[in-house]
């Protein structure tokens, strides 16, 4: 039950025989209950014997990272063989852009990735920079002290980062009878343009009517018969979107 475990539960020190309570800090229970329901597994949070005898993140006794006693830091989940790379490149580049603070460092694919491994190039400083090896194929999460109640969002994002985003909506054409008309008188326009000219769209200055073969009257026969042909596509347009009838 994923909200039992925000409550957390009683773990006995192998070193010192005490029972002392845990309970997750929250990001931690956030992500167990995204696993879930993505259907991924979690493969646990407070440890087995062989971490209770040690120090680390799956101990309500951590020493990492300014972690507080009786606080679980850690998260191990089986993220998908297929998912896990791309996982991997995405979660790096949101640390790097400093989403989730809490993540002191992760393993995933046998690296050890950490806030501490800094690179620096200018007056940049990037965290989580290189890698070191880590025996963890699966990801492990490491959360640090101070962050004991805030929210993360890890695995919730990655769902969303995943899905399929909606092809961009192609521009409709609206043209009603009124632009309709705007093209006709257009046409209209033009037409009479043409028969000042005395030549007609198509037509080179050669075969204008009265041989004027002024540049000018070159240009405007050119821009006449653009224009028509716009006025054509667009009109075609207009009758390819309209249903018929
Ligand atoms: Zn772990």
Redesign the pocket.
């Known amino acids: 039950m994923a909200s039992q475990l925000r409550v957390g539960s009683s773990v006995v020190n192998p070193k010192t025989g005490a029972t002392v309570h845990w309970r997750p800090i929250e990001p931690v229970a956030d992500e167990y209950e995204t696993a879930y329901a993505l259907g991924w597994s979690v493969l ?1 949070v407070i440890g087995n014997v062989a971490h209770l005898k040690k120090t680390g ?2 101990t309500p006794w951590s020493t990492e990272w300014g972690a507080k006693p009786g606080w679980v830091y ?1 998260i ?1 989940i089986d993220v998908p063989a297929s998912a896990a790379a791309k996982f991997e490149a995405w979660l790096l580049g949101r640390l790097r852009s400093g989403f989730y603070p809490w993540v002191a460092y992760l ?1 995933i694919l046998n690296r050890h990735w950490e806030r501490s491994a800094t690179k620096t190039s200018g007056n940049k400083t990037v965290s989580f920079a290189y890698s070191v090896y880590s025996g ?1 194929h699966h990801l ?1 999460l490491s959360g640090r002290g101070g962050y004991e109640t805030t929210n993360s969002s890890i695995l919730r994002d990655w769902a969303d980062f995943q899905k399929p985003k909606p092809a961009p909506k192609p521009v409709e054409v609206d043209m009603d009878a009124a632009d309709k008309q705007t093209l006709a008188a257009i046409r209209s326009d033009v037409a009479d343009i043409c028969w000042a000219l005395g030549t007609r769209p198509g037509q080179t200055p050669e075969q204008v009517r009265d041989q004027q073969q002024s540049t000018a009257v070159a240009g405007l026969v050119s821009a006449v018969t653009a224009l028509n042909l716009a006025v054509a596509r667009i009109e075609a347009k207009l009758d390819a979107a309209k249903p018929a009838g």
Do not use: C, L
């Open positions: 646990g993140g799956h850690a191990d393993n963890d492990h």
